[in-house]
C-alpha cells in the first residue's frame, strides 16, 4: 500500500501531465456554476467567518487567528504607524509583511499600510529624487 506522501506525488504528476485538460474543465464547471458556487461560498462565509479568517491568515502569512489577536492586544488593537485605534478605523487592521522573505511585521491600518508599501517599493526612486531636487535649491 502506497503512503500518504506517495500518494500525494502521484497526484501531483497526473495532474501536471493533464494539467491543461484539468484547467480547462475547472473553467467550464466554473462558468456554468457560477451561482451555485457563489451560494455555496456565501453560505460557508456566514456560517463560519471564525474559521475563514483563520484558513485566510494561515494561507496568506502563516499565522493563526490566535498570532493575529495576540498582536492585535500587544498593539493595544492600535496601527502600529500611526496609532488609530481600530475603533477609528472602518476596516479591521492589516498583516503587515515583508514581501521578500514573508515575515510578519505587524499589524498596520489601510493608510498605512498601503502608504509604507509604495514607500517600499520605491524607496530609491524617491530618494534620488528629492536629493535632484536639493541640489538645485542649494
Do not use: W
Request: net charge positive; proline share 1%.
Amino acid at each position: 500500500m502506497k503512503t500518504a506522501e506517495e500518494r500525494k506525488q502521484y497526484r501531483r504528476q497526473q495532474y501536471l501531465k493533464h494539467k491543461e485538460k484539468t484547467l480547462k474543465q475547472y473553467a467550464e464547471y466554473r462558468n456554468l456554476n457560477r451561482n451555485k458556487i457563489r451560494a455555496k461560498q456565501k453560505k460557508y462565509n456566514k456560517l463560519n467567518p471564525i474559521k475563514r479568517k483563520n484558513a485566510m491568515l494561515k494561507y496568506e502569512y502563516g499565522i493563526t487567528l490566535d498570532d493575529y489577536n495576540k498582536m492585535f492586544n500587544k498593539q493595544e488593537g492600535k496601527c502600529a504607524i500611526c496609532q488609530r485605534h481600530q475603533n477609528e478605523l472602518k476596516k479591521t487592521l492589516c498583516v503587515d509583511h515583508d514581501h521578500k522573505t514573508g515575515k510578519v511585521r505587524e499589524l498596520l491600518c489601510m493608510n498605512c499600510n498601503t502608504d509604507l508599501s509604495i514607500v517600499e517599493n520605491k524607496l530609491e526612486e524617491m530618494l534620488n529624487y528629492l536629493n535632484k531636487h536639493r541640489k538645485d535649491l542649494n
